[in-house]
């Protein structure tokens, strides 16, 4: 069974200051794992996501997340978010079949001016 | 639009009731999941098809719940006998087993039914 454990419910941080979402995983297979956003009245969005090759990941809108497989841990930074970035984050993993996806209770990120 | 699209968004019902929702995967997906999403918490798996067949269904689904994918295209998820713990955001999801597809097996949301029991 896989399990992920988003540490911090909440993370309030000022507009272009860095800031850092935890995650961590538990499986006994091989995982993909996977950033989703959902902004305010929106549905869930792919944000990045590990499959195979690179340990470090990137989306279009600068953030970044590191597959460590020997700390279990999948965290997505970014080193300047902006006021667009409020959002809620959730961290995801499934097996290589993908038949389903275990997601994260997610983090709210709350950007201040 | 070429999105996953779901009806109703909102569905508010009394305790006892039965609903049904509907999803219209992306054209040619061939997996269809759906997910149950309460307040504070991320989505919950519930159940997946390929095509017209039922894969895999979680624990969550009591035996009140009910999903069909007849033709392989559009799912509906039924819910009877409503209870207000069933109170949540049904998400539906599709995506493309299909070799060479650059987005395999990554999974495309809809924007969810808010179902309220009374």
């Known amino acids: 069974a896989q399990s992920v454990t988003q540490l911090d419910s909440q993370v309030p941080v000022f507009e272009e200051a860095p800031v850092e979402l935890r995650c961590n995983y538990s499986?006994?297979?091989?995982?993909?794992l996977f950033w989703y956003v959902q902004y305010p009245n929106q549905g869930l969005q792919l944000l990045l996501k590990?499959?195979?090759?690179?340990?470090l990941v990137e989306s279009i809108n600068g953030f970044e997340a590191e597959f460590n497989k020997s700390q279990t841990s999948f965290h997505l930074r970014k080193p300047s978010v902006h006021i667009s970035d409020t959002a809620e984050y959730f961290c995801?993993?499934?097996?290589?079949?993908?038949?389903?996806?275990?997601f994260g209770s997610g983090t709210r990120l709350s950007i201040r001016p | 639009d070429t999105g996953v699209s779901q009806d109703p968004r909102h569905k508010i019902t009394k305790r006892g009731q039965n609903v049904t929702f509907r999803c219209d995967p992306i054209?040619?997906?061939?997996?269809l999941y759906w997910y149950r999403q309460t307040l504070g918490q991320g989505p919950e798996f519930l159940t997946y098809?390929?095509?017209?067949?039922?894969?895999?269904k979680s624990r969550l689904l009591s035996d009140r719940f009910s999903a069909e994918r007849p033709k392989g295209s559009f799912s509906t998820l039924e819910i009877q006998r409503t209870e207000q713990g069933d109170s949540a955001m049904y998400l539906c999801?599709?995506?493309?087993?299909?070799?060479?597809?650059?987005?395999?097996?990554?999974?495309?949301f809809g924007p969810g039914t808010r179902l309220t029991v009374l």
């Open positions: 995801a993993v499934s097996d290589s079949s993908a038949s389903k996806i275990i």
């Open positions: 054209s040619e997906h061939n997996r």
């Open positions: 590990y499959l195979s090759g690179s340990t």
């Open positions: 098809f390929q095509n017209e067949a039922q894969l895999e």
């Open positions: 999801a599709s995506s493309s087993t299909l070799a060479g597809r650059t987005s395999y097996n990554e999974q495309f």
């Open positions: 499986s006994s297979v091989s995982v993909y």
